[in-house]
């Protein structure tokens, strides 16, 4: 079973900064993307940054120059730096990985983390 397990989140000030980790585990083969995406109270869940094998990260317009996303493929992690946060960041933040595949010949399927709580208050 793949697990993805997230930490990092918690309380901060108007422009302070937070950095999130997420961890994937178990029988993994490969991961094409992984990547974070958040969810506020009444709203969807919207993507906050991904990076695929290979490619070219991306960005939510609203985060683009305060936060940056980091990937380690040997480790199997991924980490989102926010920096200049804003009010509007506070929300659940989940992890995301995709293509995920326990054997070569697999399909791939995307897996989630529990979702990690980032507020922005004064």
């Known amino acids: 079973q793949v697990q993805l397990v997230e930490s990092g989140g918690g309380l901060v000030q108007p422009g302070g900064s937070l950095r999130l980790s997420c961890a994937a585990s178990g029988s993994i083969f490969s991961i094409y993307g992984m990547g974070w995406y958040r969810q506020a109270p009444g709203k969807q869940r919207e993507l906050v940054a991904y990076?695929?094998?290979?490619?070219?990260?991306n960005y939510a317009d609203s985060v683009k120059g305060r936060f940056t996303i980091f990937r380690d493929n040997a480790k199997r992690t991924v980490s989102l730096q926010m920096n200049s946060l804003k009010p509007e960041d506070t929300a659940v933040y989940y992890c995301?990985?995709?293509?995920?595949?326990?054997?070569?010949?697999?399909?791939?399927?995307?897996?989630w983390g529990q979702g990690t709580q980032v507020t922005v208050s004064s």
């Open positions: 990076i695929p094998t290979g490619g070219s990260t």
């Open positions: 995301n990985a995709d293509g995920v595949k326990t054997h070569y010949y697999d399909n791939g399927k995307a897996y």
